[in-house]
């Protein structure tokens, strides 16, 4: 999502909603550290309505971006910085609401918790906070080349419809996915 933002609407905007996508990671790593994670698992209602909400959000997000106007979209030209804001809060939500993650974390971070090491819920938080950060620079350097590439893209006048609508059929087709996935 991080790429597919960073080529339709510029640098900017791509690393912003990178930036959202990474900081959606602390509030797995909140409910990880609490163990809402494992009661999420263990309860396939709740799991199953975490994904119809997710797989919901990439469609809407992909109905958007299919309706979108689209032409071409330069560095520098990109959105007011409102814009910007709920760029970030659409990442920030996407990323938060993605079963997919919720299950990543559940799976990645206790295999690096040491019972001996202490508090396993302090070493979860930690490991969250590191993979946050590492996240921040992935998704940042994904937005901003992504940005870039974009740009060189855009210089064809057709091709941000066209980019617009590609991205909006792969959110909905992902959301789909998501939706109907076991």
């Known amino acids: 999502m991080v790429l597919s933002m960073g080529m339709s609407r510029g640098r900017r905007q791509g690393m912003m909603f990178g930036l959202g996508c990474a900081l959606g990671c602390l509030s797995h790593t909140v409910l990880a550290t609490l163990g809402v994670g494992a009661l999420i698992k263990a309860s396939p209602m ?18 958007g971006a299919l309706r979108s106007r689209g032409g071409a979209r330069v560095e520098g030209a990109g959105l007011p910085d409102e814009s910007l804001g709920k760029l970030f809060t659409k990442g920030l939500f ?89």
């Open 46 to 63: 709740a799991f199953g309505a975490l994904k119809l909400l997710g797989g919901a959000y990439l469609i809407w997000l992909g109905i």
């Open 94 to 182: 996407a990323n938060s609401i993605n079963p997919k993650v919720v299950l990543f974390f559940l799976s990645f971070l206790p295999q690096f918790v040491v019972a001996e090491r202490g508090d396993a819920s302090w070493q979860t938080a930690q490991l969250g906070l590191l993979f946050t950060l590492q996240a921040v620079v992935v998704f940042g350097l994904l937005g901003y080349f992504s940005g870039a590439v974009g740009a060189w893209i855009n210089r064809t006048p057709s091709a941000g419809k066209w980019m617009d609508r590609i991205a909006g059929a792969i959110f909905v087709g992902l959301g789909l996915r998501l939706i109907v996935a076991r």
